[in-house]
């Protein structure tokens, strides 16, 4: 069935830069939402960033907005989020999410990545 791998996450000074990648697998995903959340210990799970596969439509948090790009490699079935000038506020786990709907980027979704951690010192 459909699966997220998620990889990239690390250890980065305040200004740095890291690249998350999600490797999507199981099904098509040319209908399908895709989305970055993030969870900082103590703290509710945060939209990031989203993206309608099909035409690469993106959605951005205004925290973010600026700083961070989601994108897709169609031949590879893969979704990233460039993150640059990182804060130690960006301090997270990140998940990937799909749903297989063109919808609210916010909205539920059905399918989640294992997470990978994100740590941005000062």
């Known amino acids: 069935q459909v699966q997220l791998v998620e990889s990239g996450g690390g250890l980065v000074q305040a200004g740095g830069s890291l690249r998350l990648s999600c490797a999507a697998s199981?099904?098509?995903?040319?209908?399908?939402?895709m989305a970055w959340f993030r969870q900082a210990p103590g703290k509710e799970r945060e939209f990031v960033a989203a993206?309608?596969?099909?035409?690469?439509?993106?959605f951005y948090a205004d925290s973010v907005k600026g700083r961070f790009t989601i994108s897709r490699d169609n031949a590879k079935n893969t979704v990233y989020l460039q993150m640059n000038s990182l804060k130690p506020e960006d301090t997270a786990v990140y998940y990937c999410?799909?749903?297989?709907?063109?919808?609210?980027?916010?909205?539920?979704?059905?399918?989640w990545g294992q997470g990978t951690q994100v740590t941005v010192s000062s």
């Open positions: 999410a799909a749903k297989f709907r063109r919808a609210v980027p916010e909205g539920v979704y059905d399918y």
């Open positions: 993206m309608y596969w099909s035409d690469s439509i993106t």
């Open positions: 199981g099904r098509s995903f040319s209908r399908a939402t």
